[in-house]
């Protein structure tokens, strides 16, 4: 089976800009999670979605939305960059029961400049 | 999440010795609970996982031990291998949460040949 796939691999945006990322998860899972990694913060969760509904949501300002696919694939959104947002956006798939390993892409390193 | 990068807790250990790596968790809600590794460059890797109502259990070389008392995790790695350098990390959630993961800071095992 393929992994979590993320893309792109690297992505270099300026302040006041907006960036998609995308996440494939395993064929099969229908949840998808998504985090944020920082050397100051550590990672920190930012959403879930299963079955295109947003089950859970961390505390991140409403700058940062996703959205679920019927194919289960996902994508994140940022909106109006800020330096802040540099990071590296992981997304985890599991099969969708509470609970359940968590497999994570490689994820997106993100530079806002 | 607490801070990592230049302040990430190192442990270095030979080739060969078993490793143990601690983890204090924050939320007494938390039922489920997480080791993962990180390899630079890659996401989070599963490790083995236990549930509240255990307080030990093994893997492949590893053993994860859980003290609710007192609010504590911990890693035992045996043998430790070259491949085994990485950054751990603990997670904790309720289940009710779903897979929303809290995560520690990290501790970065260096291997010595």
């Known amino acids: 089976k393929a992994g979590v796939t993320q893309t792109p691999r690297y992505l270099i945006k300026t302040r006041g800009q907006q960036v998609t990322l995308s996440c494939s998860p395993i064929?099969?899972?229908?949840?998808v999670s998504w985090y944020q990694q920082t050397p100051g913060q550590g990672l920190q969760f930012l959403f879930e979605?299963?079955?295109?509904?947003?089950?859970n949501k961390g505390n991140f300002p409403g700058r940062f939305s996703g959205r679920q696919f019927s194919n289960s694939r996902s994508e994140m959104n940022v909106s109006t960059l800020e330096l802040g947002d540099s990071a590296l956006y992981l997304c985890a798939s599991s099969s969708g029961g509470v609970s359940e390993k968590l497999f994570f892409g490689s994820g997106t390193q993100l530079s806002v400049l | 999440g607490e801070s990592v990068g230049l302040h990430l807790p190192t442990l270095s250990v030979q080739e060969g010795d078993n490793s143990i790596i601690n983890c204090a968790y924050s939320?007494?809600?938390?039922?489920?609970f997480i080791w993962y590794k990180q390899e630079s460059g890659k996401g989070p890797q599963f490790i083995i996982d236990i549930r509240s109502n255990m307080d030990k259990r093994q893997g492949q070389r590893v053993t994860v031990l859980l003290n609710k008392t007192v609010k504590h995790l911990s890693l035992q790695i045996a043998a430790t291998q070259p491949g085994d350098s990485a950054v751990y990390f603990c997670?904790?959630?309720?289940?009710?949460?779903?897979?929303?993961?809290?995560f520690g800071g990290g501790t970065r095992v260096l291997v010595k040949p």
């Open positions: 997670a904790e959630t309720p289940e009710a949460a779903g897979n929303k993961l809290t």
């Open positions: 979605y299963f079955s295109e509904t947003q089950r």
């Open positions: 939320n007494s809600a938390s039922d489920y």
């Open positions: 064929s099969g899972h229908r949840s």
